[in-house]
Each structure stands twice: as structure tokens, then as C-alpha cells.
């Protein structure tokens, strides 16, 4: 079983969708949850963050964190043509590895 | 400024060159990170500096060899490499704070440079 589990997609939804993404991991040790955003052919952008379980807010983007059930999740408000992106979940506990889940490609239809 | 600066954007060589790929961060990071990423694969460690300390190669073959002049630049030395090295190449730095230890260890990367190997 890899550590961290995402369905790779693709997804797509009609603008003004909520859309949701998710993650399972397999490993207590993981304390440190981030997403990542990767527009074609450039670097990841770090959208979120989160230390601890519950939500965190940020504009039209939350992220929740679940460490009874592993999971994780984004979701985003209001979505636009411009969020889509492949997004990549991503967990840290212990050492300075990162370990990604393998990406969901979103497309935001206009 | 989260800024990571990578130099070449675009690199194409052939087997037998010697090419070196340059990152940039001035976020005062002491922790940078060199990543190899395939097509609709998510990015690979290979390499990572702390403190200008080679601290974690992923077994990476040596026709890699990282450097790390200064707490700024993080270089990727390249020689002899196969098509299937072609790949988008991606640096990070992270604050890597002793004090707090890895909790703040948050990774920003860099655009990338595409390598082609011919």
C-alpha cells in the first residue's frame, strides 16, 4: 500500500462548482499536511498547509484534516477556468522527506 | 517573497555534454532540495542540503552531482546522461529552523528547468 493515497482523476466541473479533493495516508508518524498546485509545466505552488486536525481557510480554498481516518482533504469555493491545475496532497512526520500523493488533474470548465 | 529562482528554464543536451542547473532562493532557507519530475508523476527527491551539508542522496547516479556553494545557491551538475534522465528538474528550499525543528520545514519550488536528453 503506498503511504499516500489520491485518486489521479481527471476531474471536471462547471465554474462556480464546489469541488473537493482527497487524500488517505497509511502512516501515524505524517503530523504535516500541504497542497500543492501545479499548473502545466511550471513548479508546484504551496496552497495550504496544516499542522493539526480540523480546517483551515484561506480565500475560496479550506483544507480539513481528519488524523482519526487519515484523510485529507481540499476544498475549493466558487471555482474558476483559472484553478485548473493538477493538485498534489502531500505529508511530512519525522523527517525532512515530503511524500506526495500522485496528483488529481482538475479542469474548471467556463 | 516565497521566491525560488531556477536557471536554465529549457536545457537540451546530448549524451556526451557537461550542463549544470542553477537555483536561487533569498528567503535566508538553509535547507534546499533538488527533485526530478516525469510526466504526470509527482516530483522525486533527489538530493537535499541543510546547512550547506549534503544531508540526503536518494541513491541518485552519479552522473548527478549536486552542489551547494552558499546558503543561496544550490547547483546540479550533469554528465553523460540517458534520454530517459529528460525530465522537469525542480529545486525547493525550506526554512529549516534548528530551534523548531522540522514542523516549519514548509517546501517552496522553483518553476523548474525542462531538460530533453538527446
Known amino acids: 500500500q503506498k503511504e499516500v493515497e489520491q485518486d489521479p482523476g481527471p476531474l471536471s466541473v462547471p465554474e462556480g462548482a464546489i469541488v473537493s479533493l482527497n487524500c488517505t495516508y497509511s502512516?501515524?508518524?505524517?503530523?504535516?499536511f500541504m497542497w500543492y498546485r501545479q499548473y502545466s509545466r511550471k513548479g508546484p505552488e504551496l496552497l495550504m498547509y496544516?499542522?493539526?486536525?480540523g480546517n483551515k481557510e484561506d480565500g475560496r480554498f479550506t483544507a480539513q484534516v481528519d488524523k482519526s481516518s487519515k484523510y485529507i482533504s481540499l476544498f475549493i469555493r466558487d471555482s474558476q477556468p483559472s484553478d485548473s491545475a493538477t493538485y498534489l496532497c502531500?505529508?511530512?512526520?519525522?523527517?525532512?522527506?515530503?511524500?506526495f500523493g500522485k496528483g488529481t488533474k482538475l479542469t474548471v470548465n467556463p | 517573497d516565497t521566491e525560488v529562482t531556477q536557471t536554465p528554464k529549457h536545457l537540451v543536451m546530448g549524451m556526451t555534454n557537461k550542463k549544470s542547473l542553477k537555483c536561487e532562493q533569498h528567503?535566508?532557507?538553509?535547507?534546499m532540495y533538488w527533485y526530478k519530475q516525469k510526466a504526470k508523476k509527482p516530483p522525486e527527491l533527489m538530493f537535499v542540503?541543510?546547512?550547506?551539508?549534503?544531508?540526503i542522496n536518494e541513491s541518485v547516479p552519479s552522473r548527478f552531482s549536486p552542489e551547494c556553494p552558499n546558503s543561496s545557491l544550490l547547483n546540479l551538475h550533469l554528465h553523460a546522461l540517458q534520454p530517459e534522465d529528460s525530465a522537469l528538474y525542480l529545486c525547493?528550499?525550506?526554512?529549516?529552523?534548528?530551534?523548531?525543528?522540522?514542523?516549519?520545514?514548509?517546501?517552496?519550488f522553483g518553476p523548474g528547468t525542462r531538460l530533453t536528453v538527446l
Open positions: 502512516n501515524s508518524a505524517f503530523q504535516y
Open positions: 542540503y541543510s546547512y550547506e551539508k549534503l544531508s
Open positions: 525547493a528550499s525550506s526554512s529549516r529552523d534548528r530551534a523548531l525543528g522540522f514542523h516549519t520545514d514548509t517546501q517552496y
Open positions: 502531500a505529508t511530512q512526520g519525522g523527517s525532512e522527506k515530503l511524500v
Open positions: 528567503m535566508g532557507h538553509r535547507a
Open positions: 496544516t499542522y493539526s486536525s
